[in-house]
């Protein structure tokens, strides 16, 4: 059923609702004030031509109009109860019309402060690349320098060697450990930029992986090399791992010849994947 409502001066909505109970009032009211007269009439005309006898009956006739008046007041009360019950639904469908927009609105606010975090700790996490030192180099230099170990490592293990315990130990001992101070920064802090992309509320899964894609999109060949490499020694990496084969880290790390063929044996096949 379709209904008209308008804004009455003070906000209160009117509707075809209100105007029939009006009429309705009114109408008992004419009633009530024009049945004295109508009776009187009724009575003069009825004694004029009917016996004492009948009359009588004719009086007892009048007793009906007190249930017209009782029948029109409960259909009132009925009215006002069902007026009131549509009212307290207007109020619920407001408040709950309230509700969505703070939560919309929270929701904004939780949005925007992620973005502010995210690209603070991305810029962050460019600084710290650049801080990396091994062996007398630095920044990217030292990066190069460190894929290039980790892949000769790798391509020089026996076949029958488990190679994930194996490139895990060897990054630890022979290039962690002389880098520390610029190497575990750089990869706590790439660690905590995943966790808050995977860990933020206000992002649905596809916001998540747009985000996860702008960092792996910065992130050079030599680079994608020490991620596979950390993520292969379950110590170090046990946070970080989880992220880089949720959010495809490794997808363009260069997986052709024996390096390639060895790292991708350590990592589930969804690790390479398109997303």
Sequence with gaps: MSETQNDGPDGWKYDGSLWFLAALLLLVVAMWAAWPFLAQKLALWQWAKSDPPDL??????????????????LAVLLWAGWMQRADLQHQRKEFAEQRLETRNGQAVVARQAFE???FRMLELQRGLHDRISFLGRHAGDAVLMISNKIKQNTESLSPTDVFKFEIGQHFEHQIYVYSKDS??????????????????EALEEQDRIRFANIVRSQLSDSVLVMIAANGCNDEMASGMRPLTIKYRLLKHMEREGLFGARVESCYPPETFLDR
């Design 183 to 200: 190497l575990g920064p750089y990869f706590r802090s790439l660690y905590h930029l995943f966790k808050l992309i995977n860990d933020t």
């Design 56 to 73: 009588g009956l004719y009086g007892d006739q009048f007793g009906g109009i007190n249930a017209l008046f009782t029948a029109a007041a």
């Design 116 to 118: 502010a975090t995210f």
